[in-house]
């Protein structure tokens, strides 16, 4: 949809903590910025750049993108949603000396939000703002670090329930069957967020199923059942599961 814009603070109302009412309508106008949608599928991220705007990036309004990057044939996924903020065409040849192919598909029609550089500049009268946009860079590199940790462990059953609980955490819903992680994970995006083949993940799913921990609803959503294992112990969704 050409010329469509929206404000920061409507595309995420995280934006609007912190701000009186006076400042927070002042900020709504100046954090206005142009929308791009993308269609399901493969995404050519340098295409969407553009230079002669200063583009920063994008956040994400809404919808779901999975980033897969490959070294040496080994692929590990990251999956990206509303609220996340990304610069999807920047790889700093200078930061690793390991050569990365990078690949986006867009998993649910999203719309992202342009951060160029003249929404910086009108953006500067509310720090806070753009407090909130370096907040959210430091949450997403502290979910991909739970997601390292999580591939280390031994077992592939361990990493894929410690896995769907750790998307829970911010995706899921609660369901009178279960827990319910409605995201599109088959077999072969499961084994690249877990760090494993895709024969090793189809095993370890049939042990957990039939242990009666996780199962899969007709719609294609894994459903989690009892409390989460003992290193998710704190986590905020047990409490509304019992």
């Known amino acids: 949809m050409p010329g469509a814009v929206i404000s920061l603070l409507d595309a995420d109302p995280?934006?609007?903590?912190?701000?009186?009412?006076?400042?927070?309508?002042?900020?709504?106008p100046a954090a206005r910025?142009?929308?791009?949608?993308?269609?399901?599928g493969a995404w050519d991220a340098a295409a969407a750049m553009e230079p002669e705007q200063h583009h920063r990036g994008f956040?994400?309004?809404?919808?779901?993108?999975?980033?897969?990057?490959?070294?040496?044939?080994?692929?590990c996924c990251e999956l990206l949603g509303h609220g996340d903020v990304m610069r999807?065409?920047?790889?700093?040849?200078?930061?690793?000396?390991?050569?990365?192919?990078v690949g986006w598909e867009?998993?649910?029609?999203?719309?992202l939000a342009v951060l160029d550089h003249a929404l910086v500049q009108r953006l500067a009268p509310f720090p806070q703002l753009g407090v909130e946009l370096f907040a959210r860079g430091i949450r997403r590199a502290h979910a991909l670090a739970v997601a390292l940790a999580i591939s280390h462990h031994?077992?592939?059953?361990?990493?894929?329930?410690?896995?769907?609980?750790?998307?829970?955490?911010?995706?899921?819903?609660?369901a009178p069957e279960g827990l319910v992680v409605p995201l599109p994970l088959g077999h072969e995006r499961l084994a690249m967020l877990v760090g494993a083949h895709r024969p090793s993940v189809t095993t370890a799913m049939g042990d957990l199923v039939r242990e009666g921990l996780v199962s899969r609803r007709d719609d294609g959503d894994w459903v989690l059942h009892g409390a989460p294992p003992d290193q998710l112990r704190h986590h905020r969704l047990a409490a509304a599961l019992t």
Do not use: C, K, N, Y
Not at 33 to 40: E, N
């Open 106 to 111: 867009v998993l649910e029609a999203a719309r």
């Open 154 to 174: 031994q077992r592939v059953d361990d990493r894929l329930r410690l896995t769907l609980w750790h998307l829970a955490e911010r995706w899921g819903r609660v």
């Open 59 to 75: 956040l994400i309004v809404d919808g779901l993108l999975a980033r897969e990057v490959d070294v040496m044939g080994r692929r």
């Open 14 to 28: 995280d934006f609007a903590e912190g701000l009186d009412e006076a400042t927070r309508e002042r900020a709504r």
């Open 88 to 101: 999807p065409w920047q790889w700093d040849p200078e930061g690793s000396h390991v050569q990365a192919e």
């Open 33 to 40: 910025t142009r929308v791009q949608r993308l269609s399901p």
